[in-house]
């Protein structure tokens, strides 16, 4: 996968979890393991960012903080899944709302993949 198409992929598949936070919190149900969302590793672009592919990029500071972003953006996805999973609902939603934690990254990741891919790098 170039890393045009990989970007562009990871920012539309990371933007469609807050909905699904959304769809936890109002039914207490997920589809897959709390783990598997916390983990940076377990997405498309997060296999594909880990990967030995990668290594070459790794000494760029956008890829860097690329990386960081999406390690923080999954914690706090997990984190609002896990509140979500166990009823405390208000803690889910405080974290997924505008201005909360997972919005912030959310929006950082976001704005660090785009502008990787039109640093010329990309």
Known sequence: ????DAIKQAVGAHGI???????AIQTGKLDMPVEQIA??????FGKWLLSPEMS?????????????LHAQFHRI???????ALSGKRTE??????DGGEYVK????????LKAWRE????
């Open 77 to 83: 996805a997990g984190r609002a899944a896990e509140f």
């Open 1 to 4: 996968m170039n890393i045009k």
């Open 105 to 112: 990254v959310s929006t950082e990741l976001t704005l660090a």
């Open 56 to 68: 070459s990029e790794l000494s760029k500071s956008n890829v860097q903080n690329v990386r960081k």
């Open 92 to 97: 889910a939603e405080n974290l997924i709302a």
């Open 39 to 44: 983990s940076e590793s377990t997405c498309d």
């Open 17 to 23: 979890w807050k909905s699904r936070l959304r769809t």
């Open 119 to 122: 640093s010329g790098s990309a």
